[in-house]
C-alpha cells in the first residue's frame, strides 16, 4: 500500500480506530500527533517504518510493536520512552534505525540496546531540559 502521514495533524487515538483498513501499509507517521496507545498497528504486520516522534508515546505503548515482526525504522525522539522501554525495542531484530534523541534513555540503555543490536543503528543523545 506504501506510506501514510499525518505528521502534525493533532491526531487523536479516537481516530485511530479507522486505521483497520490500512493493513498493508508499510510507512506510518505519525510525528507530532497526540496518539498515545499504539494498539492499532496489530492490524498491520506489514509495517516496515513507524515514526512517533513527539507524540506523548510511552514505554508501555512499545509491547504493540511486537505486532510489527518487520519494522526497520522507528522513530521516537522527544517521546516519553525510557529506558524501561527497550525491552520491546530488543524484540526488534530486523531493526535498522531506531532514533531516541531527546527520550528518557540513559547512555547506558542505548550502550545496552546497541550490544542487543548491533546491525542496528540506535540514534542517542541526553535528553535536554
Not at 496489530?42 to 505486532?67: C, I, K, W, Y
Request: glycine share 8%.
Amino acid at each position: 500500500m506504501g506510506s501514510t502521514s499525518l505528521r502534525d495533524t493533532g491526531l487523536h487515538n479516537r481516530a485511530t480506530s479507522h486505521f483497520d483498513a490500512l493493513r498493508a501499509l508499510e510507512t506510518l507517521d505519525l510525528r507530532g500527533t497526540n496518539v498515545r496507545s499504539l494498539n492499532f498497528i496489530r492490524h498491520m504486520p506489514g509495517l516496515e517504518q513507524l515514526f512517533v516522534d513527539g507524540s506523548p508515546v510511552r514505554d508501555s505503548t512499545l509491547a504493540n510493536l511486537r505486532h510489527c515482526p518487520g519494522l526497520t525504522r522507528v522513530g521516537l525522539a522527544g517521546t516519553s520512552v525510557s529506558d524501561k522501554g527497550l525491552p520491546y525495542l530488543i524484540e526488534l531484530v530486523g531493526a535498522q534505525e531506531i532514533n531516541l534523541f531527546d527520550t528518557s534513555v540513559s547512555e547506558h540503555g542505548a550502550t545496552y540496546l546497541r550490544t542487543a543490536l548491533p546491525a542496528c543503528n540506535v540514534l542517542w543523545q541526553a535528553q535536554t531540559k
